[in-house]
């Protein structure tokens, strides 16, 4: 992982390193006598600054991750095989990792975000833990299967989008007759980064279900809040933004002509104790692009993840077309700019860190 960090101070400068001790430089032998230096540096565990400067603090963003997609049709057959090899319950998690090329063996598609397809089969529990990262499902395939989050049980059902923040007990279960496969993210990169991250295992399967399907949906996202209760509002408190829900909203956005000549008709998932990002270091969005949409180009600091939930379209990234179907993933480095087509009506899922960058004072976009 380290030697692919750009400007990684010990590295030896491109510039310098092969230029040898000798005068032969151009420099009146001044880079023997610097290159003498470097190494009597590092010996005190230090590093000349000038040398790695153009890395560290480049003119604006290159991103080390690339533009890359997974075809459902073509991975959930290999996701299936898994199935026959390992239990959820063995596995903790049933879950082929989705590795961005640039990145391989990192577990990461971009710098700062996990991504994975989980599969649970009829009958399976994924038994219950908690850990520091957050997590969301956007639920690719099959219907039935549950979450619960401490302690509320939600029914799942594709496109559904369900929140597992930091901390928080769930376990997943299978009760219905089919496969169930979602794709997990999780800021899995982002708290080992700050080295944060704490795994609590339970010795029970299963946690007490307390609270029913959609309780938390009715209870905070109908427009009025319980009164008189304190709770924290830096993160959302619905467990389950059913796409049942959210898909009329973007024909209501689309019909009234609400259309982001970038995005599409675009609806933010929110937090509906203050109107902020779900959770504070990851945000999604749902877009809905009308038929024959071709969509200007836009850049952004933070890398994308998209799935597409309905129709087909492509998207231009990075000198690549990404051709896209239903439960397809793809992802859009940071800062490269991209644009979207869609010959038919179709609906893109997408989420990254853009709250935790916004959090920061770090956020940018343009055209
Ligand atoms: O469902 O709890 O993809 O803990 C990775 C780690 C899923 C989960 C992942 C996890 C989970």
Redesign the pocket.
């Known amino acids: 992982g380290r030697a692919l960090q750009p400007g990684r101070p010990g590295r030896k400068p491109k510039s310098e390193a092969k230029s040898g001790a000798k005068s032969k430089d151009g420099n009146g032998g001044r880079n023997g006598d610097r290159q003498a230096y470097y190494e009597r540096l590092s010996k005190y565990d230090m590093a000349p600054l000038w040398v790695v400067l153009k890395d560290i603090i480049p003119d604006e963003p290159k991103s080390v991750c690339v533009p890359a997609i997974w075809h459902f049709k073509e991975v959930k057959p290999i996701v299936m095989e898994a199935g026959q090899l390992i239990s959820a319950k063995e596995a903790t998690?049933r879950?082929i990792v989705l590795e961005n090329p640039a990145l391989r063996g990192q577990s990461r598609i971009t710098q700062t975000l996990y991504a994975?397809l989980?599969l649970i089969l009829p009958g399976e529990i994924?038994p219950v833990?908690r850990?520091s990262p957050s997590?969301i499902r956007f639920i690719l395939e099959g219907e039935g299967a549950y979450t619960q989050v401490e302690g509320e049980k939600t029914i799942m059902a594709p496109g559904d989008f369900v929140l597992?923040p930091n901390w928080c007990a769930?376990d997943?279960g299978n009760t219905s007759k089919q496969p169930m496969i979602w794709l997990?993210v999780?800021d899995v990169p982002t708290v080992n980064f700050f080295e944060t991250c704490f795994y609590k295992h339970y010795d029970t399967e299963k946690q007490n279900t307390r609270l029913d399907h959609e309780d938390s949906l009715l209870r905070y996202g109908s427009g009025v809040l319980p009164d008189g209760i304190e709770m924290p509002k830096h993160l959302s408190p619905i467990v389950n933004y059913p796409y049942r829900r959210m898909r009329p909203i973007l024909d209501r956005l689309a019909r009234a002509g609400d259309i982001d000549p970038r995005h599409g008709a675009r609806i933010r998932y929110a937090n509906p104790l203050n109107g902020g990002w779900v959770m504070p270091t990851m945000g999604a969005h749902l877009s809905l692009l009308p038929k024959n949409f071709k969509g200007k180009p836009y850049r952004s600091t933070d890398s994308t993840i998209f799935v597409c939930v309905e129709g087909r379209g492509a998207t231009r990234v990075g000198g690549k077309t990404l051709e896209w179907g239903p439960r397809d993933v793809f992802v859009v480095p940071s800062w490269q700019s991209y644009s979207h087509v869609a010959g038919q009506e179709s609906v893109l899922f997408s989420i990254s860190d853009r709250p935790a960058q916004e959090a920061l004072g770090l956020w940018r976009e343009s055209e």
């Open positions: 998690r879950v994975g989980q994924a833990h850990h997590a597992t769930h997943h997990d999780l």
